[in-house]
């Protein structure tokens, strides 16, 4: 059966054009309008009060300079500023997709990041309408949130930065951990479940928690899932239909194509095209890669058709892994950018 998850992206107040595209509405508006960036909190003064209950009750009320110097504190006035750029790109885009691509075909994207991802997760929620498949909906998170890497026993695994920030502060145990640590209390170890066939169903209960680790071993569900969500990636926003499968190494003398999905694997995958000493520390950051055809080998550029595209992603020094999907919109060899 079908589940619904993610509810924060907003994806149920969207509509979809005949295209489907999502298409935002002021209702969608109205969530972000909710949150904690830009509602007041409980010492924000009266302009800032103000403007944030004239935009509730019309969110795409044109607002000028004079309205945005009644914020009385100049971080809000900066978050406000912020979010009407982007709320008037995506009104003047049409769709979260035009919006999202628009970013990318220009020379310098000027949204700021959060809302880059806002788009990304609706986008990816989007895709997964139907799904029943937790491990697509957990890979899916790659698109909109930042992971951090461990190796253990031989697993690949991509854990939320985010939580694990938080645990590092509360132990797990929210404002009553922090006080806890703040006051040097000793606190049992907070541990994260690796997604499995035992309690991967367990996901939907607790969605956006983004408590699961996911395996990226090449032979592991959560590759093959990841694999899956970007095939669907490519199809809704670059327009062609691929078939993308983890593998463990490149081990191709036909390897002519690479797409690094974030700045890291750019670099480690141009290194080792190039037969240029890579370092056994290097190659352990790169933690995924996958072999990419063309459904149609009509849609590749002539240089690449017929052979396989290589994927790779990787994580930082720091074990922080970004994954920038819109890599995917600029850097695939079609044949209609040849």
């Known amino acids: ?6 509810v924060s992206s907003g994806y149920r107040l969207l509509e979809r054009d005949a295209d489907g595209r999502l298409v935002p509405g002021d209702e969608y508006l109205r969530l972000q309008l909710a949150r904690p960036e830009l509602l007041p909190p409980p010492e924000a003064g009266p302009g800032e009060r103000h403007l944030h209950a004239r935009l509730l009750e019309r969110p795409r009320l044109a607002v000028t300079d004079a309205d945005l110097l009644g914020v009385e504190d100049a971080d809000a006035r900066d978050n406000w500023r912020a979010w009407l750029h982007f709320r ?4 003047a885009a049409g769709s979260l997709e035009a919006c999202y691509c628009a970013q990318f075909r220009q020379p310098a994207v000027d949204v700021a990041p959060p809302f880059v991802d806002l788009l990304a997760q609706a986008i990816v929620r989007g895709l997964l309408e139907g799904t029943d498949d937790p491990w697509l909906a957990r890979a899916g998170e790659l698109f909109f949130r930042r992971q951090r890497v461990s190796v253990e026993g031989g697993q690949v695994l991509a854990a939320d930065a985010t939580t694990i920030e938080a645990y590092a502060e509360t ?3 929210g404002a009553v951990g922090r006080l806890l640590r703040q006051q040097d209390t000793p606190l049992a170890p907070a541990s994260l479940d690796v997604m499995g066939a ?3 169903t367990a996901y939907f209960l607790r969605d956006e928690r ?5 395996d990226l071993s090449p032979a592991r569900e959560g590759a093959r899932a990841l694999a899956r969500v970007l095939e669907r990636w490519v199809a809704h926003l670059v327009g062609v239909r691929v078939a993308i499968e983890p593998v463990a190494r490149i081990d191709d003398e036909r390897w002519r194509w690479h797409v690094g999905l974030d700045a890291e694997s750019t670099a ?8 240029e000493p890579v370092s056994p520390e290097a190659r352990a950051r790169l933690v995924a890669l996958f072999r990419m055809r063309f459904e149609d080998p009509a849609d590749a550029a002539p240089a690449v058709a017929g052979l396989p ?18 890599n995917l919109l600029a850097n695939l060899p079609l044949a209609r950018a040849a």
């Not at 983004?210 to 996911?214: K, M, N, Q, T």
């Not at 595209?309 to 819109?326: F, S």
């Open 1 to 6: 059966m079908p589940q619904d998850f993610w």
């Open 88 to 91: 008037d790109r995506l009104l």
């Open 171 to 173: 132990g797990g145990f």
């Open 198 to 200: 035992a309690n991967a």
């Open 210 to 214: 983004h408590a699961f680790l996911l």
């Open 268 to 275: 480690l995958l141009n290194a080792l095209y190039r037969g």
């Open 309 to 326: 595209v290589y994927l790779g992603l990787a994580c930082g020094e720091d074990r922080t892994l970004r994954l920038k999907p819109q």
